[in-house]
């Protein structure tokens, strides 16, 4: 129901949401833990997909699969005398006003916006600051309204910034360089961890070879439930 309404309000194309899941392809393919980084896909062979409910087909929409995540938190002096280099949380914030989507005065606005407006003002930052995102990914619209609500870009043009630019690993705005839960895999309640920790990866130059150029910010969201629950992290170098 949201890729219908965005597309009814704002234009939005079914290929620009299939290049979402065609950039984290071509990341997954440089992570070897990557449940599908054995090949790339096209706009075409999305939109070729089965229909899974119109207008997300199957690639659009996450796999399920078997896996875990897992990171340590500590007080900043015992991490400056770790042998790696430590990431620190800069800022955060969350919203949640209701439980069910029925119960949203907008399905084009989420509650993202205000909870990534939280973490940027604790962290003193701006959106336009951070050297990648990592996207919570259910499904490619969710892409989509991240980046319009988390501040990259004006509300109805998520379609249009995700046209204009390269989301994967090693173009011009990186997006999910681990592959996102489209084509890492989705293992379960910890999908989101998957996002995080690889937030961590780049920012501790462990990414191999997905890693960008000395990443010092990022940011990261997660949903609960049904786009009912959201919060937003700022991950940065001391």
Not at 87 to 116: D, H, M, N
Request: glycine share 12%; proline share 5%; net charge negative.
């Amino acid at each position: 129901m949201i890729a219908q309404r965005h597309m009814h309000e704002y234009g939005t194309r079914p290929e620009q949401l299939a290049k979402i899941a065609v950039d984290q392809r071509h990341s997954a393919c440089a992570n070897p833990a990557a449940l599908f980084g054995d090949r790339e896909i096209t706009v075409d062979e999305v939109l070729g997909s089965r229909m899974i409910s119109a207008p997300i087909h199957l690639l659009e929409a996450v796999s399920p699969c078997t896996g875990g995540g897992a990171f340590l938190v500590s007080r900043g002096d015992i991490a400056r005398s770790s042998p790696n280099r430590p990431v620190y949380l800069l800022g955060f914030g969350e919203a949640g006003s209701r439980w069910s989507l029925s119960q949203a005065r907008s399905l084009t606005t989420s509650l993202i916006q205000p909870a990534a407006e939280r973490a940027f003002s604790s962290a003193g930052i701006l959106p336009d600051q951070v050297d990648f995102v990592q996207a919570y990914d259910c499904f490619t619209i969710v892409v989509l309204l991240t980046l319009e609500d988390a501040g990259f870009c004006a509300k109805g043009q998520g379609g249009v910034f995700i046209e204009e630019h390269n989301l994967a690993f090693d173009g011009d705005f990186p997006c999910n360089t681990h592959g996102g839960q489209l084509s890492f895999g989705q293992p379960g309640n910890g999908g989101g961890m998957s996002q995080v920790l690889e937030g961590v990866r780049q920012l501790m130059g462990r990414a191999g070879d997905r890693q960008l150029d000395n990443p010092t910010l990022g940011y990261i969201n997660n949903n609960g439930g049904i786009m009912s629950k959201q919060c937003s992290i700022i991950l940065g170098l001391e």
